[in-house]
């Protein structure tokens, strides 16, 4: 694993909350625009991200489980081709209450193919995360955005 | 032979919101834990960081100012030794709209590897604008945690 990217975050949410917010598919689909998480969560079970179609993103191992304070996964794409074989790769979640509030640090390590794709990637899923969690409100998805822009433009 | 700490967040507000919490004392005292901005924000003008007890924490000049898109400061810590003894840094602000949202990208580098202010303020800028962000999306400003 060559290099890593790493995100902290501050959600007004106890850890509890949190981590059902990251592992539980009724709550990804909220915020993550349609993707889904599958799995039981327990170490060396498999796990699996889904978009809301169905079509596998994202699937791997769980390599540790400790709710509601750490979680870390194996991660391997399944559906872009340049990234699909792009070696091993691994995010970590550690989850730490401050008083009202909890700190949120995802680690991502990766080749440089994914690590550019998940630090794009998590800031945005990581923002609507937060704010569905503190006003019941998810952000739309910037890439749909742009998207949007470039057909009225 | 640099340092560089760089920080992605998405708001739900407008450029015009956010940079006027970026850059007005009443609302960074709100979300920044007390610490106010000063400054008559022109390309060239001195800028300065205070305490809420008027202690001065940073300091510098105004390379950018274009609302509201793009704020660039020079940026000396005043109140570390160690920190304000590695000189001056730069602070990248841009806002970019994404929908009713923006796209708020701060990158803080320093010339210089293993910068002590690039790691302090690694720590820093999550947490500032973690409640920056719950303060214009809810009306209420994160905690100071401990």
Redesign the interface.
């Known amino acids: 694993m060559s290099d890593r990217f790493v995100?902290?975050?501050?959600?007004?949410t106890t850890p509890e909350k949190l981590w059902q917010a990251l592992t539980d598919a009724a709550f990804t689909r909220e915020y993550w625009w349609g993707m889904f998480l599958e799995s039981d969560w327990k170490q060396g079970s498999r796990w699996a991200m889904k978009f809301a179609d169905g079509r596998l993103n994202t699937t791997g191992e769980v390599l540790e489980s400790d709710p509601p304070r750490r979680l870390v996964l194996d991660w391997h794409n399944e559906y872009n081709p340049e990234l699909i074989g792009d070696g091993p790769s691994r995010a970590s979640f550690d989850i730490e209450q401050?008083?009202?509030?909890v700190?949120l640090t995802v680690t991502h390590e990766a080749q440089p193919k994914l690590l550019e794709s998940v630090s794009g990637g998590w800031?945005?899923v990581l923002?609507?995360l937060?704010?569905y969690i503190?006003?019941g409100?998810p952000?739309?998805n910037?890439g749909?955005?742009?998207a949007?822009r470039e057909q009225a433009a | 032979m640099s340092s560089q700490f760089v920080y992605v967040t998405y708001i739900r507000t407008t450029p015009e919101k956010l940079f006027e919490a970026l850059t007005k004392p009443e609302f960074t005292r709100q979300y920044w834990y007390g610490i106010s901005m000063e400054s008559a924000w022109r390309v060239g003008s001195e800028w300065k960081m205070r305490f809420s007890d008027g202690r001065i924490t940073d300091t510098g000049e105004v390379l950018e100012y274009d609302p509201p898109k793009r704020l660039v400061l020079k940026w000396r810590n005043e109140f570390r030794p160690e920190l304000k003894a590695e000189g001056f840094s730069r602070c990248v602000m841009e806002l970019e709209p994404a929908g009713d949202m923006v796209k708020l990208t701060v990158s803080h580098s320093m010339e210089r590897d293993g910068s002590k202010l690039v790691e302090a303020v690694s720590g820093g800028w999550p947490k500032v604008l973690s409640s920056l962000k719950s303060l214009l999306e809810t009306g209420k400003a994160l905690p100071e945690g401990k």
Request: with cysteine; net charge positive; charged share 20%.
């Open positions: 995100y902290v975050t501050y959600i007004s401050l008083g009202e509030m700190k800031p945005k923002a609507s937060k704010s503190e006003t409100k952000l739309p910037p749909n955005c742009a949007a």
